[in-house]
């Protein structure tokens, strides 16, 4: 689900500002508005996701809840920085560089495999483990995963390392919404 | 009032640049009625864009010390999916505006009736500026930002908006970019000519008509003022403009400062300043009706001593532009 979110997230961010630049007409309205409406939808709607499908394979006895509810949220609270930062670098880059499109497509479906919601990095080979790990995603579910399953299974992340690359898209990503406002084209 | 200083908007696409606006400055006083003039392309919805601050300039300033009305229109301003009824309620809302008080109202003004809940994106234009135009007459703004239209719809429309916004709302500013001339004349008491990417700001709405209608009639009369002709160029890059200057006494190879120099040093009047400008910029001399025009523009009877730098400007902007085509 993870996965999804950032997808979506991504998807939400083409030429985000482009398609509601009019509601720019109003001072009251920024760009960051536009862009994290819809990243904060697509957030809720994949925790309601969460819940219905959680809910459905709890009653068919086929789901336990969390081992480490705190560990849980917090791989969760890592996509979610994730997924915002992204949505972020992505909305200002499309819509300065339009080409920039064409290469979220084939970006987006690279990361399906890569992103780590299909594997788990105790799995791989130690010398692949590191370049996985360099992943923000990677960590994120491996965080889950801790608090999902909880000391039954091996997980490897780096707590400091995803923090810091995560807080750095966002804040990046900040930067570029400051600087694109004054690219932005109003019909 | 609106403060604008030094307003440049550069646009920029497919490796084109293109100076719509460049050294725009002007005030507007709370009340005042200003025309914005100008052939299509000349940059009026992009001035009134920015001085919405919808779009943000490229350089220079637009300072807000009065409630500014977004740019009312036939574009824009509304989500397209929503309906009437939402956009009202979203607008409402980020203006801290009574709903059910703005409802009545638009309901009562735009004659929409079921269209209201219909999505904007299905109106016409004449609907989309006839909601825009209701909505913000129930926010009081203190200065009304009004792109081409307002004007448009059948006669009954026509004349609320003249009641609504003339009459009951006399006292408030009002920034109009029109081509219609009487309506223009009826309704504002001063104008900006936009031509070139140069603002000629004009105290009266009158004279501002006058100078637009004329450089129409004749593009290659006065607009040359502000757009540097090829034969300039040509001049200026042989130093060959000495005639016109010799006649004011100074050296010849010199730029238009050295003129302005010699001026402020002889103490000439201030129209053979004007006039010795004229040429050098030009590279002939002025015609009388538009040296007349320009003359006028300076206000030079009102500030003799001002003129030294307002034509000093004048001349820093045409050697920009020179320097600029050059290179280009």
């Known amino acids: ?187 | 009032m609106i403060r604008v200083s030094k307003l440049r908007k550069v646009y920029r696409s497919h490796g084109m640049e293109n100076v719509v606006l460049d050294d725009v400055s002007f005030q507007l006083r709370p009340g005042q009625k200003l025309a914005v003039i100008g052939k299509n392309g000349a940059g009026k919805s992009t001035l009134i864009r920015l001085l919405g601050k919808v779009e943000f300039p490229t350089s220079g300033v637009v300072d807000h010390r009065m409630s500014v009305s977004w740019p009312l229109g036939f574009g824009g301003a509304f989500q397209g999916s929503l309906t009437g009824i939402d956009n009202m309620r979203f607008i409402a809302r980020i203006y801290h505006i009574d709903y059910a008080r703005m409802r009545a109202f638009v309901e009562e003004f735009s004659e929409l009736g079921q269209f209201l809940y219909q999505p904007v994106k299905t109106y016409s234009s004449g609907m989309r500026a006839r909601l825009a135009f209701a909505l913000s007459l129930t926010i009081e703004f203190e200065c009304y930002l009004i792109d081409e239209v307002i004007m448009v719809g059948d006669q009954r429309f026509h004349e609320r908006c003249n009641e609504h916004l003339f009459n009951r709302r006399a006292d408030r500013a009002l920034i109009i970019a029109s081509h219609d001339a009487s309506f223009i004349r009826d309704v504002c008491d001063s104008g900006i000519v936009l031509s070139n990417g140069k603002a000629l700001y004009f105290e009266s709405v009158r004279e501002a008509m006058d100078f637009y209608q004329e450089q129409e009639r004749r593009p290659n009369g006065l607009a040359a003022a502000s757009r540097p002709t090829d034969s300039y160029l040509a001049k200026s890059d042989e130093e060959s403009l000495s005639t016109p200057e010799q006649k004011t006494g100074t050296d010849p190879s010199s730029s238009g400062f050295s003129v302005i120099d010699a001026y402020i040093s002889n103490g000439a009047g201030p129209e053979h300043l004007v006039e010795a400008l004229y040429r050098h910029v030009l590279g002939r001399s002025p015609d009388p009706e538009g040296f007349a025009h320009f003359v006028r523009r300076l206000k030079i009877k009102e500030f003799p001593d001002e003129l030294p730098y307002v034509v000093r400007d004048f001349v820093n902007c045409e050697e920009a532009r020179m320097r600029m085509k050059v290179q280009g």
């Open chain 1, 1 to 187: 689900m993870p996965l999804l979110l950032w997808r979506h997230s991504l998807a939400r961010a083409l030429f985000c500002f482009r398609s509601n630049a009019s509601l720019l007409y109003h001072k009251q309205v920024t760009v960051l508005d536009l862009l994290f409406s819809r990243v904060i939808l697509e957030i809720l709607g994949c925790f309601l996701a969460y819940l219905v499908v959680s809910f459905i394979f709890f009653t068919l006895g086929l789901y336990e809840f969390p081992k480490d509810w705190g560990l849980f949220y917090l791989g969760w609270m890592y996509h979610i920085l994730y997924a915002t930062g992204t949505a972020l670098i992505i909305a200002c880059v499309t819509e300065m560089y339009e080409w920039t499109e064409k290469l979220i497509g084939p970006v987006s479906y690279i990361m399906v495999p890569l992103c780590g919601f299909l594997y788990m990095v105790d799995w791989l080979p130690g010398q692949v483990q590191k370049f996985a790990l360099y992943l923000p995603s990677v960590n994120a579910y491996e965080i889950v995963r801790a608090g999902q399953f909880g000391p039954d299974v091996r997980v490897h992340y780096n707590l400091g390392y995803v923090t810091f690359v995560c807080l750095g898209m966002v804040s990046v990503g900040m930067m570029m919404c400051r600087h694109v406002r004054y690219h932005i084209v109003i019909e």
